[in-house]
């Protein structure tokens, strides 16, 4: 049963929510940033740790290849919020819409209403989130570039820094060979803001991550609809008294 479809049993109305296009994004999206998170925490005390300067290529490496797969998922998501239907949506999805005001007004007086998407504090999360997530992206992608020369800015950046630009493919990460030293100097300066946008988004990503899976777990007892379940089926099961 599609598309908000529903399915009476007893006294819970089970409703279809969760696209499987969803689904496949969310979990796809957890395993990817777990890996990302441990990667790259092992990145951030690299030095601490005494890790040599070629096991540090091969974990950027190895980053930034599972960032490929978190970037091609988020590029998959953000797109089927312009052309995906019902809950796929944006509008249904972030806190952007005219009603959201009132939804949060009402939602913090508790007002029993059972959702069947996300709450107003769902949607705030959710925005959080996807900024934070989207913030990782284009930052990863860009110092992937700086770093070890990887697409889509790693051609760019070495060619930037060369001092034989017919002889780019002979610049490789952490060695001076070809690389004129001013050149590389700016490069850097243009990287800064980028790997500190990084490491402040890694941060903040580290506090909602547990807030979101608190907050799932509080709505669960709250409004007792499957929600923490509904992402694995794509069914919520709705109280038939509050439809
Ligand atoms: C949720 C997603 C991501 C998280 C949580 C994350 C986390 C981190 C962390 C904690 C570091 C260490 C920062 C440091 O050493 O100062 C790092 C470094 C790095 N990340 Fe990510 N990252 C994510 C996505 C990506 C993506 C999508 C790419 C590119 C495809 C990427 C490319 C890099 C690179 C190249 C570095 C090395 C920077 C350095 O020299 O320290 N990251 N990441």
């Given amino acids: ?34 890996l990302l998170i441990i990667v790259g925490s092992i990145i951030y ?3 601490n740790l005494g890790i040599s300067t070629n096991g540090k290529i091969l974990l950027k490496t190895i980053h930034v290849s599972i ?43 508790n007002k029993g209403k059972v959702y069947k998407g996300h709450n107003p504090m769902g949607k ?8 934070s ?23 760019y950046f070495a060619s930037s820094i060369a001092q034989d630009k017919s002889q780019i493919s002979i610049i490789k990460p952490y060695s001076k060979e070809n690389v004129d030293a001013n050149a590389y100097k700016e490069m850097r300066s243009v990287r800064k803001p ?11 990503l580290l506090l909602l991550i547990p807030l979101h899976i608190l907050a799932v ?4 007892r709250r409004e007792k609809n499957s929600i923490v379940s509904s992402m694995i089926h794509g069914y919520k099961y709705l109280p038939k008294d509050k439809e």
């Fill in 1 to 34: 049963m599609k598309n908000g479809q529903q399915n009476t049993t007893s006294s819970f109305v089970k409703t279809f929510v969760w696209s499987r296009n969803i689904r496949l994004f969310h979990w796809l999206n957890v395993l990817s940033v777990l």
């Fill in 45 to 47: 005390f690299a030095s």
């Fill in 217 to 220: 777990c509080l709505v669960e």
């Fill in 194 to 204: 980028f790997i500190t946008a990084h490491v402040y988004s890694f941060y903040f």
């Fill in 133 to 155: 997530l989207s913030v990782q992206m284009v930052s990863g992608l860009v110092i992937a570039g700086t770093d070890i020369y990887y697409p889509p800015f790693g051609k």
């Fill in 67 to 109: 960032g490929y797969i978190f970037a091609a998922n988020l590029i998959f998501r953000i797109l089927l919020g312009f052309i995906g239907k019902g809950f796929e949506r944006w509008g249904q999805t972030l806190p952007f819409n005219k009603v959201f005001n009132q939804d949060l007004a009402d939602f913090k007086q």
């Fill in 124 to 131: 705030l999360m959710v925005g959080a989130l996807m900024l």
